[in-house]
Each structure stands twice: as C-alpha cells, then as structure tokens.
C-alpha cells in the first residue's frame, strides 16, 4: 500500500508564495509521473502540473510562469512552488502520482487527502 500526503497549504496575501510538498511513503518500487490538482468550491478538480519521471514538466495555462513542479526522487516527494498567487488560485490542492509498489508487477494510480490553499487580503 501506498500513501501520498500533502503539506505546506495554509493563507496568504495576493502575490505571496507558498511551497507544497507531497511525500509518497510505503511500500514503493518506483514512481513514475507525479501531479498536482485542484479543486476550487463548487468546481470541477483541474490539473495543475505534472511532472515526469525524466523530469518533463506540463503546466495549466492558469498558472505558467507562476507555479514550478519539481520532485526529489530520493525522498519520493513532488513539490509546487506557487508564486504569485491570485485569490482565484483557491482551492484544495492534491497529489496525484502513479505508483508501482513492491507488491505489484504494474503501476496503480494514487490520490492524496489534500491541503488547503487560501489567497485573500
């Protein structure tokens, strides 16, 4: 089994940043792509980045130039620096990454439980 916890969510002011944090612990054989995604009150989830295990990295418009994904496959965790930040960039953020664990010949998709990202004055 396999686990993926968000941190690093929390208030701030338009224009400030904050840095997300998605550790995957368990038992893992590999990672291979790793994602963010976010959910706003009343909205569809939408993708925000992913990164893969070459570190090729894709972007929603909506946050280009703004937001960077990067990973630390030492420590099996994905990060998102989020610069800029809009109050439209409210949402509940998850991490998204699919797994092979060490009981398992193939990849399986898995979700976190989200952290909160709130941007008002």
């Known amino acids: 089994q396999v686990q993926l916890v968000e941190s690093g969510g929390g208030l701030v002011q338009p224009g400030g940043s904050l840095r997300l944090s998605c550790a995957a612990s368990?038992?893992?054989?590999?990672?291979?792509?790793m994602s963010w995604y976010r959910q706003a009150p009343g909205k569809q989830r939408e993708w925000v980045a992913t990164?893969?295990?070459?570190?090729?990295?894709g972007y929603a418009d909506s946050v280009k130039g703004r937001f960077t994904i990067s990973r630390d496959n030492a420590k099996n965790t994905v990060h998102l620096q989020m610069n800029s930040l809009k109050p439209e960039d409210t949402a509940v953020y998850y991490c998204?990454?699919?797994?092979?664990?060490?009981?398992?010949?193939?990849?399986?998709?898995?979700w976190g439980q989200g952290t909160q990202v709130t941007v008002s004055s």
């Open positions: 990164i893969t295990s070459g570190d090729s990295t």
């Open positions: 368990g038992s893992i054989f590999s990672i291979n792509t």
């Open positions: 998204y990454a699919i797994v092979k664990d060490r009981s398992r010949s193939y990849f399986r998709n898995y």
